[in-house]
């Protein structure tokens, strides 16, 4: 892999914020979404509407949050309200993308951010959902963003905290999901992957630089689909990593 101006975080940040549409509403958690929000409104989308968990609505990321609850994130904003109000514009259907992370993903974008091993006796005891299962369950396209390996990328979960396709069409209607929402993108240092429309299993959709299709198979606990045509995801470029090293993370909390 290239990384030779860059690294695998750095290189994930860019591809998320290129996601990132412009008078969109992104609903942001911490890490990697914040620098990604954050490059997207100085680069390509100063009208991405950002919200987080703790009530801010619109905040312009003139500097980096540390957390959802920061105060940087009513910086300016829109609206400055609780997270209540914030979970409820999502049920209703007025937040577009959502951004998550996990220790676990499935072939159907469920995540685990609970428990590693048994529940009730876990090897290793998780955060929890926060608000991630909000997320995951309301906005229109979740975006899920992790450092991919056969550890993380599994048949089966542990334990199921944020719902993707589930178990595949048709039953995240049946759970009392929206028609229409559900895991839209997964981005890692080594490729973005997507969801095929008729069995809703992930799918490869482009390979990061200097990758192969072998490496990410071999980094895959279960087999995604491969298309007969795979694209290919573009290196950051000099002004994204200007922005983001200059700009958005000077103090390097992240990168």
């Known amino acids: 892999m290239a ?3 860059y690294n695998g975080t750095e290189l994930m940040i860019c591809l998320a914020s290129r996601l990132m549409a412009d008078k969109s509403t992104a609903f942001i958690g911490t890490g990697i979404p914040m620098l990604a929000a954050a490059l997207a409104q100085k680069r390509h989308a100063p009208q991405l509407t950002a919200v987080f968990e703790f009530g801010g609505t619109g905040a312009i990321l003139e500097k980096l949050p540390l957390a959802v609850g920061d105060m940087r994130t009513y910086n ?3 609206h400055a ?3 209540t109000d914030i979970m409820e514009a999502a049920q209703r259907g007025f937040i577009e993308y959502g951004f998550l992370g996990g220790a676990q993903i499935d072939p159907y974008g469920n995540l685990n951010t609970t428990v590693i091993g048994e529940h009730d006796r876990p090897k290793v005891r998780l955060p929890g959902s926060g608000g991630g299962n909000d997320v995951g369950s309301s906005c229109w396209r979740t975006i899920i963003i992790m450092r991919q390996s056969a550890r993380s990328f599994v048949p089966k979960l542990d334990f ?4 993707g396709y589930l178990s595949g069409p048709g039953t995240r209607e049946k759970a009392g999901l929206a028609k229409g929402t559900g895991p839209y993108r ?3 240092h080594l490729c973005t992957m997507d969801f095929d429309p008729d069995t809703c299993r992930m799918r490869l959709s ?3 630089p200097g990758v192969t299709v072998d490496e990410v198979r071999a980094n ?3 087999e995604p689909i491969v298309p007969a045509k795979v694209g290919r995801n573009e290196e950051p470029t000099d002004e994204e990593l200007r922005i983001l090293r200059d700009d958005v993370d000077r103090d390097r909390l992240y990168i």
């Open 76 to 78: 300016k904003s829109l």
């Open 3 to 5: 990384e030779a101006r």
């Open 81 to 83: 309200s609780g997270i």
């Open 220 to 222: 895959t606990g279960f």
């Open 206 to 208: 482009a390979l990061n």
């Open 186 to 188: 997964v981005v890692t």
């Open 160 to 163: 199921l905290t944020t719902p």
